[in-house]
């Protein structure tokens, strides 16, 4: 039987770059191709019956990231009134369809998701929730991910992206992670967060101790960009999280699968896992009120 997805997808291209977006699979960016070439890969045997779960694109994480914990039970949370909810890991809106708007020009793309009945009864606010991917110029991508409060009680988020990026995991050996200021933590059995460690600003893409590592960003916005380089595949992509009017990125992280994932994933975050208990990264917005977090990925041909 042929593999294909059950919805239309969403294409977007201008110069050198093609975006390709499902919208009704949780507003994913699925892949973005520069000259032809994969930065952000979906992979060719993707499941559709389970497009939350492939690993490729870019899942949105929100309202929560990472795993929370209620007495070791994961994928819980507890308010401030006491009251324990299911929440399931990264949060609902990848699991979720939004809705979708073309910019007139045709380089960008609005899209949104709102709070119903379903969504309450893990996690009971108001909401609006928005991702806007938007080609800067043929090589650079800027994203924007809004929440908006639509309700009257202050409504507790952190979010973050999963971004995939394309890495024959053969070429590990020789790519690195340039990273600004940092301290390395990581989650623990339990949930807790570990205690922070001194971070470096270069990494090779074969450490294994950067596998599931949060590098907490000192001080945010971080002086200068993270930055992939793959002298493989003759490029670097250039993260910039300090842009104009966006909140702070807490941290970024590190993530592959296993030892033989043509992908690494590189996702800034707004906090920490288990923030709605710890408290890192934990934003809490006022009724009525909206803010938004703002970065942009350029990709650089190396020589």
């Known amino acids: 039987m042929e593999n294909r997805p059950p919805h239309d997808i969403l294409e977007l291209s201008s110069g050198a770059s093609t975006l390709r977006f499902a919208p009704w699979a949780g507003g994913r960016l699925l892949s973005w191709h520069v000259g032809g070439d994969a930065v952000i890969r979906w992979p060719e045997n993707a499941n559709w019956d389970q497009p939350a779960r492939v690993r490729g694109g870019n899942p949105l994480l929100f309202p929560f990231l990472g795993r929370h914990f209620v007495d070791g039970q994961i994928g819980r949370w507890r308010d401030a009134q006491g009251v324990v909810r299911d929440l399931s890991m990264h ?19 609005r899209m949104t998701l709102t709070d119903t009945p379903t969504t309450r009864v893990g996690y009971p606010f108001a909401f609006r929730f928005e991702a806007l991917y938007r080609l800067a110029d043929d090589h650079a991508l800027d994203v924007t991910l809004t929440a908006a409060n639509t309700g009257d009680t202050p409504l507790p988020w952190y979010a973050g992206h999963h971004f995939y990026f394309e890495l024959p995991h053969t070429q590990r050996a020789q790519s690195t992670l340039e990273m600004p200021p940092a301290q390395r933590r990581h989650q623990l059995p339990d949930g807790a967060i570990s205690a922070p460690e001194a971070g470096v600003t270069q990494y090779r893409l074969d450490d294994a101790g950067i596998i599931d590592r949060f590098h907490v960003l000192q001080p945010t916005p971080p002086a200068t960009p993270v930055r992939l380089v793959t ?13 104009p009017d966006s909140l702070p990125w807490y941290a970024v992280t590190t993530w592959t699968e296993a030892a033989d994932s043509d992908f690494y994933c590189v996702e800034p975050w707004l906090g920490l896992p288990d923030a709605i208990h710890n408290g890192l990264g934990l934003r809490w917005l006022a009724p009525g009120a909206t803010e938004s977090a703002t970065l942009q990925l350029r990709v650089e041909t190396l020589a």
């Open 231 to 243: 002298p493989g595949l003759k490029r670097a992509v250039t993260i910039d999280l300090d842009r």
């Open 91 to 109: 949060g609902f809106a990848r699991d979720l369809p939004f809705t979708a708007e073309v910019d007139p020009d045709g380089r960008g793309v």
